[in-house]
């Protein structure tokens, strides 16, 4: 029986054709439509996640248009008492925190020495002046000239002159108070040696307070003298003071853009001067504006709030008005009662699906197979 004798090429094409059997089913494996990949049904029944958010109803309420600025409280009249001459302090009549009036001896310095000077020139006073009486005799006879008597004359007016000057030194010894007020700081005790121009009290006048506000120039058509303020003090928290605006500066600073408002408070209370507060100023108001938390804004570009419909984040541009704390007015792109985000609209673009916080969750219905019945499936 002869041989048969086999191709050399026919192992190589059946190898070949193994290996691209073999591909295409892999292939078919990973089709994206292929049941249980990833672009299967399962894919197409998922449904991206609702995004959580917190809302706030737009609603009506009143709302101030305002300026508020911090400013330290001065008061209104300060005075450095000094020494007008020297000499030792021989008593001391006032203590620190005591009122005082205008005028009132707040120390006696020792005026040994001015008193003296002041009995010598009243001396040459005299004597001056009983030597022009007898000139003037003697020039009512001729036997005088009038050189003379002009020269006494002008030592007589020299002569008064000092005496008044050691009489003013006399009236130094006594330290009295240039305004009346409250002695913030004494600086001198009984037996000291002051010497001239030296500072020995200050007087604070408490009556009444004044803060000073830097307010921009876009505000000078709206604050006008004599408008009500507020003012709260950290040192006081939960407490508020009411004044009004007591003076407007009539030039803006061109290096800052800002003006000068002094606004005034009634002092002799609880506020005292240095303590440093908030001043408000509202000057216009809206009883009835359409409001929604400051929070709700959006901080990218034109002004502008997510609101939700049907389920769904939806850009609504909006014209702002008045703010006031927490609250801005809204005059033009939302209704009473829209629903506003407030909170979580960082995550969100126009037209996200959202799940308001607090409102139920709408339950997926659950699909029944068709090959069974009752819920299971047919084998």
């Known amino acids: 029986m002869p041989a048969i004798q086999m191709s050399p090429g026919r192992p190589l094409l059946r190898a070949g054709s193994a ?28 449904e991206p996640e609702a995004i959580p958010v917190e809302v706030a109803k737009v609603a009506r309420r009143p709302i101030s248009a305002s300026y508020s600025g911090t400013a330290p409280l001065e008061a209104r009249g300060e005075s450095q008492v000094v020494a007008k001459t020297s000499g030792v302090a021989l008593s001391v009549l006032v203590e620190e925190g005591q009122q005082v009036r205008a005028g009132q001896v707040l120390t006696r310095l020792d005026a040994s020495r001015a008193v003296l000077q002041a009995a010598q020139t009243a001396a040459q006073v005299r004597k001056l002046q009983a030597n022009y009486e007898r000139s003037r005799q003697l020039a009512s006879q001729k036997l005088i000239s009038a050189n003379d008597i002009d020269q006494l004359r002008y030592d007589l007016e020299n002569a008064r002159a000092a005496n008044r000057l ?21 600086s001198i005790k009984p037996g000291n040696f002051v010497q001239i121009n030296t500072p020995i009290f200050r007087i604070v006048d408490t009556s009444k307070l004044e803060a000073t506000l830097n307010v921009p120039e876009r505000e000078l058509a709206t604050l006008k003298t004599g408008m009500e303020v507020e003012l709260q003090v950290y040192a006081l928290p939960g407490r508020e003071f009411a004044g009004t605006i007591d003076r407007i500066a009539p030039v803006v600073d061109a290096g800052s853009g800002t003006f000068r ?21 509202d000057h216009d108001q809206r009883t009835d504006a359409l409001v929604v938390p400051r929070t709700a804004l959006l901080e990218d570009g034109e002004p502008a709030v997510y ?13 702002l008005g008045y703010m006031d704390g927490q609250w801005v007015e809204v005059r033009k792109g939302l209704k009473v009662g829209e629903p506003v985000v407030t909170a979580g609209k960082v995550a969100l673009r126009e037209g996200s699906e959202v799940q308001v916080i607090g409102e139920p969750e709408a339950k997926p219905q659950v699909a029944t197979s068709a090959k069974g019945s009752s819920g299971t499936t047919a084998r």
Not at 29 to 42: D, H
Not at 166 to 182: H, K, Q
Not at 268 to 276: A, C, I, R, V
């Open 307 to 319: 609101t939700v419909r049907d389920k769904k984040a939806v850009r609504v541009p909006v014209t």
């Open 261 to 281: 408002v002094i606004t005034a408070f009634d002092g002799g209370g609880l506020l005292q001067p240095g303590m440093f507060g908030r001043i408000r100023i």
């Open 166 to 186: 050691a009489n003013l030194e006399v009236s130094y010894a006594n330290v009295v108070a240039p305004i009346s007020g409250v002695i913030a700081e004494r």
């Open 19 to 46: 290996l691209l059997l073999g591909s295409l089913l892999v292939l078919g494996a990973c089709k994206p439509g292929g049941e249980g990949g990833p672009g299967g049904k399962e894919g197409e029944n998922k």
